[in-house]
């Protein structure tokens, strides 16, 4: 006796979620590996260059992890109290921190010796960068002061005193070496010149800010603080460009991703939002298991780390398709392996008879050609209610088998304000639409002749039909028109980016292998031993 197939019922997508190509990215990204240190995470931040190794700051150390192994390469102890803000030099040579003692010091990440000492700020120095030309270091510290240090003179150039509470972000323009932005506490940001002594412009974020970011081109810059993230245009005078309100909690730190292409913010709501730089709008969320306060991006986005409040580091590889390739041939090969191992068994070979599921209900009926009562075991809430893509599945086969008039006619008043309650809930959803208008169609085509003798309930619902079909259509034609307007306004602001690459100049004295320690580092590494 031949078996009979059931009924493939088709898995339909859940209502609401769509799937975008950031979306199917960024799921690339594996399982977090954690890893626990003593104290919150303060800063993560990755080597520009290859193997792209990254420094995580907490406590009084900064700690350069392998992000292949997951495991801590080097250890940068030379504090004697909390480290903040470890930060490499686009040459990956030097990498510069501070600390709670009001000190920035400097150093080779390759003999781990300290090669210069800055001495000036009177608080915690939480923020430290190098500046585009590579030669000065930019500090913000908590003494309401921002600095620019000369690497070869260990002198303090400029210092800036605009602000009226704690400096805790700071930024410096990746194109044009003297222009740096500091935020504070006290929610002004301030955008200054190191050829003048006053800032140049003066902006109010309206929280305390907690970082600072420029996109790559230098013209534009973001501030965060409070739930918002704010984006400004430097070129127009400092003027408010967008606000991202994505986070329901303090926004703590920001990164790009992509090679600039995204930002990516993390909050002490778990979460770290991913927006598109073109149009800020909101492309993906990665989620977490505490209040996240640093985050770091590799280049290509071959990474991705997450300090938390809590001390765990969370450690995220972006999977490559060659890397599934080489795994899947390699359990190919192992199973020949075994199989090749197994040959020589007695058995050539085994045929495992499966045992049939049992046939539901819907599936008996369709065997015996009872198009009627298949159609009819179906309408029951308990199963059109909470899995209407049975009911539209049997629906569909029905209509393939041209036996859907045969199933609709003859039925009673009940039965058919059942039908038509069905159709009316569910015709809207993107889904079932197709199936459930040709049903709606050969509906009203077998009961044609027989609508004048309707009374009731019944009529009341094909009513409510009629007027469900006039405003799915209108519908539609708004949504077109909608289509069209925004296809115009595309067109009409269509910006090419500005992919601009900077060639940067690193004189010769300031190589890392050919400097020297200063007399003030040399010091103050012999008291820290």
């Known amino acids: 006796m031949t078996n009979f197939k059931a009924l493939n019922v088709k898995k339909y997508p859940k209502a609401g979620k769509v799937v975008t190509p950031d979306t199917e990215y960024w799921k690339k990204l594996s399982v977090p590996t954690l890893v626990k240190e003593f104290g919150a995470i303060d800063f993560v931040d990755f080597n520009p260059i290859e193997p792209h190794y990254f420094a995580v700051t907490c406590s009084v150390r900064v700690q350069i992890y392998n992000p292949i192994t997951k495991l801590v390469v080097k250890n940068l102890s030379r504090f004697q109290e909390t480290a903040y803000g470890g930060t490499f030099r686009r040459d990956g040579r030097l990498l510069v921190a501070g600390d709670e003692q009001g000190l920035v010091k400097l150093f080779d990440t390759s003999t781990k010796n300290v090669l210069r000492l800055f ?8 923020r430290v960068n190098f500046t585009a030309d590579l030669l000065h270091i930019a500090s913000f510290s908590d003494d309401k002061t921002v600095k620019l240090w000369d690497i070869t003179s260990e002198k303090s150039l400029h210092t800036f005193s605009d602000h009226y509470d704690y400096v805790r972000a700071g930024a410096v323009n990746p194109v044009s070496a003297n222009v740096i932005v500091s935020g ?3 929610g002004k940001i301030n955008v200054y010149d190191s050829r003048t002594q006053q800032p140049t412009f003066n902006i109010d974020h309206g929280c305390p800010v907690e970082s600072l970011l420029f996109l790559p081109t230098g013209g534009i810059f973001l501030s965060a603080g409070g739930t918002e993230v704010r984006v400004w245009d430097i070129f127009a005078g400092c003027r408010l460009l967008a606000k991202l309100s994505q986070h329901h909690k303090t926004v703590t730190c920001l990164r790009l991703g992509s090679n600039g292409k995204r930002i990516l913010s993390g909050g002490l709501d778990r979460h770290i939002k991913i ?5 800020y709008e909101t492309v993906h969320t990665l989620d977490f298991s505490n209040s996240i306060l640093s985050l770091g991006v590799a280049p290509n986005d071959q990474t991705v780390v997450a300090g938390m409040v809590d001390g765990l580091i969370s450690i995220q590889n972006m999977e490559s398709c060659r890397e599934k390739e080489r795994q899947q041939q390699r359990q190919r090969k192992h199973v020949f392996n075994k199989f090749a191992e197994r040959a020589d068994l007695s058995v050539d070979h085994q045929i495992a008879i499966e045992k049939q599921p049992a046939l539901s209900n ?12 298949c159609l009819t075991c179906v309408l029951p809430p308990a199963i059109s209610k909470f ?3 049975i009911t539209v599945s049997v629906m569909q086969e029905l209509i393939h088998r041209k036996g859907l008039h ?3 006619a003859g039925r009673s008043q009940d039965s058919l304000s059942s039908i ?12 079932f639409m197709r199936v459930l208008i040709d049903v709606a169609t050969i509906l009203l085509d077998v009961y044609e002749d027989k609508l004048c003798e309707f009374t009731g309930q019944l009529v009341r619902n094909f009513m409510q039909l009629s007027e469900t079909l006039k405003r799915e259509t209108a519908l539609t034609y ?7 307007s925004l296809e115009l306004l595309m067109a009409a602001s269509d910006v090419s980016t500005n992919n601009d690459e900077m060639v940067h100049f690193i004189k010769e004295g300031n190589n890392p292998t050919n400097m020297k320690q200063s007399a003030m580092a040399q010091q103050g590494s012999i008291l820290m031993v």
């Open 406 to 408: 045969r199933a609709l």
């Open 387 to 389: 899995h209407p893509e």
């Open 420 to 431: 038509i309650y069905f159709i009316n809930r569910h015709i809207g959803e993107q889904r």
């Open 478 to 484: 708004n949504l077109l028109e909608l289509q069209g």
């Open 362 to 373: 819907y599936d008996r009926f369709l065997r015996r050609y009872e198009y009627g009562n």
């Open 275 to 279: 927006y598109d730089v073109a149009s």
């Open 184 to 186: 504070g506490y006290d």
């Open 119 to 126: 001495k000036g700020h009177k608080a915690p120095v939480h």
